[in-house]
């Protein structure tokens, strides 16, 4: 039973449009949350993070929104270049950011110039 | 820039044979975590130290699976006997203490196949 889900396995958007990258999540303890992209051959790096008290957080072209009563999240990038050509992980921990993080499947995102 | 350093960087193995994985965490970083990452899904927790000590292995195949961090630094995991459902990225991550962010910092991972 997935508890963080991701059900767009790819998207494509063109440079310099908005992309909009989904997350959906069943475990109503989780309440923080964060992103982290995925090139290939590499391990996952940090992006952004959220925690349940806030809806919104912006970190230069990345901002990610937070709707909790719908377990729903979302990280826009504005925008989209070419290197952020990448696999997005959703991330969910449980009782703040000391514990460990239930990851989503991905989202494969290409930024078609 | 600090890094967690993982090997080897690809492993393949036949079905049946012992396979081991190390991990150097970022220095400092009490919070040492093992995942694995099967092609197509998300990176699944195995295991998570703190320090030494085993916080969370719940989710670890302890009939074939087995993971250490004896000094608190460095940790092993090992799989004895591979099956072919063991093929992965094994993803190893540490986390500073008192992090703010929760941020986990990432090695490069080992890709095993198991023929």
């Known amino acids: 039973d997935q508890q963080v889900k991701q059900n767009s396995p790819s998207l494509s958007v063109q440079e310099g449009r908005i992309s909009i990258l989904n997350c959906d999540y069943t475990?109503?303890?989780?309440?923080?949350f964060l992103w982290y992209k995925k090139y290939p051959a590499e391990g996952p790096t940090f992006l952004i993070s959220?925690?349940?008290?806030?809806d919104k957080n912006e970190d230069g072209r990345f901002t990610v929104f937070l709707n909790k009563s719908a377990k729903h999240l979302s990280l826009h990038i504005v925008p989209s270049q070419p290197g952020d050509s990448a696999v997005y992980f959703c991330?969910?921990?449980?009782?703040?950011?000391?514990?460990?993080?239930?990851f989503g499947p991905g989202t494969r995102l290409s930024v078609l110039p | 820039e600090a890094e967690v350093a993982q090997s080897p960087r690809y492993k393949i193995t036949e079905k049946s044979q012992a396979v081991a994985f190390w991990c150097d965490p970022i220095?400092?970083?009490?919070?040492l975590y093992w995942y694995r990452q099967i092609l197509g899904q998300g990176p699944e927790l195995l295991v998570q130290f703190q320090d030494e000590s085993v916080v969370d292995d719940s989710q670890l195949p302890k009939d074939r699976f087995s993971a250490e961090r004896l000094k608190g630094v460095d940790s092993t995991l090992k799989i004895q006997p591979a099956e072919l459902g063991d093929s992965a990225m094994y993803l190893c991550?540490?986390?500073?203490?008192?992090?703010?962010?929760?941020?986990?910092?990432f090695g490069e991972g080992s890709r095993l196949t198991v023929l």
């Open positions: 991550a540490s986390r500073a203490p008192g992090a703010n962010t929760g941020e986990l910092f």
């Open positions: 991330a969910a921990s449980p009782y703040g950011y000391d514990q460990n993080f239930v």
């Open positions: 220095s400092g970083h009490a919070t």
């Open positions: 475990n109503s303890m989780f309440d923080y």
């Open positions: 959220i925690s349940s008290i806030k």
